[in-house]
């Protein structure tokens, strides 16, 4: 397949890279004179995809290291990191947004880039790591060293169909495939078909050491990418199980398409709200959505603690034996999360089996015939059981009794969420949720297949 028209659309344009250039030399110029103006001992460094001419379009962000000598005070860096990235944003006129990873770094807004401004140590190999962000210096340095030719390409190609399939980005909120991890399958692999090709035979505990550190047996993962950079990493950590099958059979559909192109380019759809509300009724599932106010928080913490309440409350449903046939979490990431459950059953009986002790231990079934009464026990299989009314028969009376200050702890919910999920948490129509979630949620596997 020729590829030249797909690198057209997805590559920044000369003028693109120009401004990236010009925008990054000079913020990086005056944070050097910054440095050694006043004295503080920290060389200014280029890194991420720009550095390694791996950005699509339009993605382009600067990502600026400040590294300081390893026998720096902690708090000096980040003192004079943060000073220093405060300085910046003067100089350009734009404002800081303090985020945090190990420690603090800056994200700011300079003639319409992005750019974040980290401090890190200075370090030449992973046995020196003092901060998680010390390794970023040395990947840039070590996929500038290892892309061959025309490779960069071959990168950009496999971050477009990651992207465009849902399977591109490392945060939690995706689970996916980082940009690094891209560049190193791209080196081990040597093109984007290649790496496809490869991906179809994967097998759970996959394991790619480039540089032969012989120290996958360290991890579980679905995927292990050692870190050429450290032999204590893996790369593909982050990478959740099911975005690593999502892959495999995105690989799959696209060697035996005949649409290749289609794969590297959004779906277009023309979402109407009635259709997917009538696609929700031919299933005949019950649907239970409610609502609730979200914090302000970063969003890598955010997402996660989201994740775990929808799943702890699909958990103790199915206990309860209101059967969850699908449950998923949608988030505007500013005030509201809205979770969604579709229920194979969301309404039993008035009656439930309470299971007590096996027949052959006799003293717990004395205490378990005694505190039932004798003639309310039967035996089911070899446990001793008896009925009892159902305390909830509605799903929805249950979920009202859990999000309560008395019950919460039924369920394991992110910390950050509990009091405002309580106070917030309310019941809400199916057709008051966002339609691409919505859409999202009926045809789960739109975008693996073209």
């Known amino acids: 397949m020729d590829y030249e028209a797909i690198l057209k659309d997805i590559k920044p344009t000369i003028d693109e ?3 990236i250039d010009d925008v990054s030399s000079r913020i990086m110029n005056f944070l050097q004179n910054a440095c050694d103006s006043r004295n503080i001992d920290a060389n200014v460094n280029l890194v991420g995809s720009v550095a390694k001419n791996t950005a699509l379009k ?12 390893l026998d720096t005070e902690k708090q000096y860096l980040k003192d004079k990191g943060l000073k220093l990235a405060h300085l910046c944003c003067t100089e350009f006129d734009s404002d800081a947004e303090h985020h945090y990873a190990s420690h603090p770094y800056v994200t700011t807004h300079i003639e319409d880039c992005e750019v974040d401004i980290v401090p890190c140590y200075q370090i030449e190999d992973g046995s020196q790591l ?21 490779q960069d390409d071959e990168v950009l190609l496999l971050k477009r169909f990651m992207a465009m399939t849902g399977t591109y980005g490392s945060e939690f909120k995706v689970g996916g495939f980082a940009g690094y991890l891209c560049e190193l399958l791209i080196i081990n692999y040597g093109n984007f078909e290649n790496t496809l090709k490869a991906a179809m035979d994967w097998k759970f505990g996959e394991i790619i050491d480039l540089e032969g550190h012989g120290t996958s047996k360290q991890f579980k993962d679905p995927l292990i990418v050692i870190d050429p950079t450290d032999e ?8 959740r199980l099911d975005k690593m099958a999502e892959f495999i059979q995105s690989a799959r559909n696209f060697i ?7 794969y590297f380019y959004p779906i277009e759809k023309n979402l109407n709200k009635q259709d997917i509300l009538n696609e929700f009724k031919k299933r005949n599932s019950d649907l239970i959505a409610f609502r609730f106010n979200i914090p302000d928080m970063p969003l890598d913490t955010l997402h996660p603690q989201l994740r775990k309440t929808c799943e702890s409350l699909e ?10 046939f699908k449950a998923d979490y949608w988030s505007d990431e500013i005030i509201n999360c809205v979770i969604l459950l579709e229920m194979a059953s969301s309404k039993l009986n008035d009656v439930e089996i309470n299971k007590g002790p096996k027949v052959f231990i006799n003293k717990a079934c004395e205490n378990f015939a005694k505190k039932y009464g004798r003639e309310n026990c039967y035996v089911q299989d070899d446990y001793l ?14 979920i009202s009794h859990i999000f309560t200050k008395e019950h919460i702890n039924l369920i394991k ?3 950050n969420l509990r009091n405002i999920l309580i106070n917030t948490f309310e019941f809400i129509d199916v057709e008051d949720i966002d339609l691409e979630f919505l859409d999202d949620f009926l045809n789960p596997g739109q975008y693996i297949v073209r």
């Open 413 to 415: 919910v992110g910390k």
């Open 17 to 19: 890279k120009q401004h």
């Open 385 to 398: 059981v008896h009925m009892q009314k159902r305390e909830f028969v509605s799903a929805t009376d249950f």
């Open 315 to 324: 958990r103790k449903l199915n206990d309860k034996e209101f059967n969850v």
């Open 130 to 150: 003092k901060s998680a962000v010390d390794r970023t210096i040395l990947h840039t340095r070590y996929v500038k060293d290892e892309l061959g030719e025309n």
């Open 256 to 262: 035996f398409s005949d649409n290749k192109e289609d």
């Open 232 to 239: 204590k990493r893996n790369v593909a950590a982050a990478l």
């Open 58 to 69: 339009g993605k382009s962000d600067i990502d600026i290291f400040i590294a300081f000598p």
